[in-house]
């Protein structure tokens, strides 16, 4: 079963403020969908819930960072376990985390497997606004931030086993799928590097 998990702290006060009058207080109003493209709404600000924590206890986190005129992804390549979560974290800047989907803003193409579940945090704006996917289905996952594709802001996510994409996403460099797989992950500076 494909899910996502997620609540939005912004609309949690107004939801609970409003429950007898809205009905927005229902326990199923955090879940996600099942669509293939993921559009968030004009709420910002996203958090995990508890339900999606890591088995093992890692930290499946990437930053999304601005630093002077760079603007990526830390680490820009990593590797989980299917089932596994991964939260964004908007440490400067505002930034997304859009799969490449075709349906989602500014993709042309898909570059998730087959019959994955695509996501779009929209755009976060405050520091320190999270937003987590759960990943379900093994393969490579490329992934870009709307305001920043055109500089080259791009991601991969490896889950499992590789799908065997031999190539960058179109608009930026990401590391090759079994380096991100034998490494776990690959920070930003080291990618740079290397």
Not at 40 to 64: F, I, K, L, P
Not at 68 to 83: L, N, T
């Amino acid at each position: 079963m494909k899910r996502r998990h997620y609540i939005r702290t912004i609309g949690t006060g107004a939801c609970v403020g409003l429950t007898g009058l809205a009905g927005c207080g229902s326990p199923d109003d955090t879940a996600g969908t099942d669509s293939p493209a993921v559009n968030g709404d004009d709420t910002e600000t996203t958090v995990a819930t508890g339900g999606d924590t890591e088995a093992d206890g890692e930290s499946n986190t990437v930053a999304m960072i601005t630093d002077g005129d760079e603007y990526y992804f830390d680490p820009i390549g990593i590797a989980i376990d299917s089932g596994g979560t991964v939260t964004w974290n908007n440490e400067s800047g505002s930034h997304s985390t859009t799969a490449y989907v075709e349906g989602n803003p500014q993709s042309e193409v898909t570059r998730i497997p087959e019959d994955a579940e695509g996501w779009n945090s929209e755009t976060l704006t405050e520091q320190g606004a999270t937003f987590s996917h759960t990943f379900d289905v093994e393969g490579t996952y490329d992934y870009y931030c709307i305001p920043h594709k055109s500089l080259e802001m791009v991601g991969r996510v490896v889950v499992g086993e590789p799908s065997g994409l031999g190539d960058d996403p179109p608009d930026g460099a990401v590391p090759d799928e079994q380096t991100i797989v034998d490494a776990g992950t690959v920070s930003y500076d080291e990618f740079q590097s290397g």
